[in-house]
């Protein structure tokens, strides 16, 4: 039996940027025993979006990168986050419209259950369709 994990937004962080010798290599530990098939690795939507923020506001990665990075990360069989393709989705459109993760996560959430969003964002607005 695989042991689960739950998977905070620093060990997400320490992984990707590869900047910290000894928190670096802790948090690779839990990567390659998922990768091994050893692990499962257990997020949410939260965190990904806080790992997005972080990556975009301090550490100043382009929308792309984020995107290509992440989007690798969460393709992985044993990486699990509850709405995983809606996540997947919204990393794209988050590139493809220069936008936000948590607003782009909430359009297409509302189109998802098939609401309509109510926003005072106006560039989130003009997507809002």
């Known amino acids: 039996m695989k042991q689960k994990y739950f998977i905070d937004t620093n060990i997400f962080l320490r992984f990707l940027l590869?900047?910290?010798?000894?928190?670096?290599?802790?948090?690779?530990?839990?990567?390659?025993?998922?990768?091994?098939?050893?692990?499962?690795?257990?997020?949410?939507?939260?965190?990904?979006?806080e790992v997005f923020w972080v990556l975009k506001s301090f550490y100043k990665y382009s929308i792309k990168n984020i995107n290509k990075h992440l989007t690798s990360l969460l393709a992985h069989k044993n990486i699990q986050i509850k709405d995983k393709n809606l996540?997947?989705?919204?990393?794209?459109?988050?590139?493809?419209?220069?936008?936000?993760?948590?607003?782009?996560?909430?359009?297409l959430k509302s189109k998802q259950i098939k609401v309509k969003l109510i926003t005072f964002d106006k560039k989130l607005l003009k997507l809002v369709k």
């Open 18 to 49: 590869n900047d910290h010798k000894s928190l670096t290599a802790k948090a690779e530990k839990y990567f390659l025993l998922a990768n091994k098939n050893k692990a499962v690795l257990i997020s949410s939507v939260l965190v990904i979006s």
């Open 87 to 107: 996540v997947l989705k919204t990393l794209n459109l988050c590139q493809k419209k220069n936008i936000a993760f948590v607003d782009a996560f909430c359009l």
